[in-house]
């Protein structure tokens, strides 16, 4: 595996809750921070949240009250808990491995595949 795995997606109402998933190899995941991140439909991809290797975070504005970053570094795995979701959090959720800075500015090594989260009015 040199890709990490995002899971999770799914379709929700306003005001649920969610968590996302991802999954990475001990080459992609060790020793480096893991990013969110999400594309909605015709906009560009947004940094959603990060956390380091040694569980530092970091997060978009709109997710700070509503989002938080964890990970797991013997199960190699980062969530991505979401709550209060609102329609305009629709979008494909992407996560990713690098370095933590270039993920706060939303950059990174390795990109998983996409899950889609769809909030319903």
């Known amino acids: 595996q040199v890709e990490p795995v995002a899971s999770g997606g799914g379709v929700v109402q306003a005001g649920d809750s969610l968590t996302l998933s991802c999954a990475a190899s001990q080459e992609i995941f060790d020793g480096y921070a893991v990013g969110w991140f999400r594309q909605a439909p015709g906009k560009e991809r947004e940094f959603v949240a990060a956390?380091?290797?040694?569980?530092?975070?970091q997060y978009a504005d709109f997710a700070k009250d509503r989002f938080t970053i964890a990970r797991d570094n013997k199960k190699r795995r980062s969530d991505l808990n979401m709550n209060s979701l609102k329609p305009e959090d629709t979008a494909v959720y992407f996560c990713?491995?690098?370095?933590?800075?270039?993920?706060?500015?939303?950059?990174?090594?390795?990109w998983s595949q996409g899950t889609q989260v769809t909030v319903s009015p």
């Open positions: 956390i380091q290797w040694f569980g530092n975070t």
């Open positions: 990713a491995s690098g370095p933590f800075t270039e993920i706060t500015r939303n950059s990174a090594n390795h």
